[in-house]
């Protein structure tokens, strides 16, 4: 002890410690009283109301959902639902709304800002892939959101939803969507719709907003993974005009850097977009439809669809597996961080178009349809769709010219039988026949460019079809699309003069192999053709 009182470079050692010692107390009791008073000076700052009471000490919860009261909510449920009621009527400071936002005001400028928080957005799905649409769009700005979807959470959509949490299981998915999204943005007004989508209630799902019905949707986000109903809402939307980015299937698919944006004719390598494509091209509807899918390729290894046990085809009744009637049983592979990365690049699409300037698609100067058209404010480089309508043109313009041949053929030669002949079969379906019966692909030789289609089998009898008389009368081919065999140019050439205008069969021209592929094409194209 005497040792150190003497040394005077212990001493200054011993000082500086207890000056260290000192400060660092001071400076960590400071930034303890900021942290106790921030929340009190923003509170003052931004008018974060405080709790009301409903006389007994208790905070009084605000009824703000459509599906009946939470079970059971917490206190941080109570307290949420009454900031999100009291914010939903004006009582809320924008200031911190603007402060919320402000990474997404200095990105997109005040201009885009505004129009995102005047949006008004449909998700129709709300499960992983919507979910997280939903999330983003929310936090984004976006102040109008309505959720469609008639499923509950479940213990197994915890590995891929948004938001919801054990304390969720059992409630309706749109329900938990806005009691964990009015926690985070309270401003955010959501219209709940416990129903599942079909084309009989379309026009009341996807009706104006319900304070003002002359708002019409500013966007609309199909995340439906029932084909049916997801046909039915793109082909609502593309008829009606309602703009629709719709994502395919998340199922199966693994890696994050082959999702991409594309025109529905343009996707690929995905079970679920080809379905779809399939049955809207059959409707007429080919191109015009943004889409978020994987390019990513099914592999050995890889997750794949699981087939239904055997023993439950064997109880019968496997239709009691699903949800509702006619919906999906089997068991579909779900990597929990795929329907994210759908979901955010969905809402990414949703927020860049809506905050820039949407192309009209009714502009008869619009010809060659390319996503980056969808949205002429923000750049966004997508990979450009196929645009192949005039292609399809080309080939119906072919079908035509060898129909009328075939019928003068049949009708002796007579010229005056083909004139105003008409035949039943649109771009729609020259599409769906060349891209999905044939896989755009020549039947005979595999070969992909100058593609044709005509019919495959010479007929027995006149393909002619006469409606009325005289200058009322219509003339008609009796051709369907199980008809039709996809070949080139010149392969149709050879086989309008050889088989259909000649007389050699098909045996002495394509080997078996060919006919049965052929075959097993049009027995596709037949089933198709139900939907028509």
Known sequence: MSSLSSNPKLQLAATAVVSAALAAGAILSYQHLQQFKQPHSSRRRYSIPNLPSNGNGDPALQPVTRMGPLPKPDPEDEHNQVLAHRAQNGDWDDELILEQLARNRVFLGDEGLVKLRNAFVIVVGCGGVGSHACAALARSGVSKIR??????????????????????VGLPKVQCLQRRLIAITPWVKFDLRLQKFDASVAVDLLEGWKGDPAQKPDFVIDAIDNIDSKVELLKFCHDNGLPVISSMGAGTKSDPTRVMVGDISASFEDALSRATRRKLKLKGVTSGIPVVYSTEKMGPGKAALLPLPEEEFQKGAVSDLSVLPDFRVRILPVLGTMPAVFGYTVANHVILSITGKLYNFEDPAYLSPSVTDFCLGYPMDYQPAKARDKMYESILAYVQASEEKIVRMIEGGRTD??????????????????????????????????????????????????????????????????????????EAVRHLNEVLLGNKNLEELYDKEVIEKVEARQKEAEEYEKHR
Not at 444 to 452: D, E, F
């Open 417 to 490: 039988v083909c004139i105003g002949l008409k035949v039943p079969i649109t771009p729609g379906d020259i599409a769906f026949l060349v891209e999905e019966a044939f896989r755009g692909r020549s039947a005979v030789s595999g070969i992909p460019t100058k593609l044709m289609l005509i019919r495959w089998k010479k007929p027995e009898k006149t393909t002619l079809i006469r409606i009325g008389e005289g200058k009322d009368e219509q003339k008609s081919s009796n051709l369907r699309l199980r008809d039709l065999v996809c070949m080139t140019k010149e």
């Open 147 to 168: 959720l469609i979807d008639f499923d509950q959470v479940t213990l197994s959509s915890l590995n891929r939803h948004a938001v919801a949490t054990l304390a969720d």
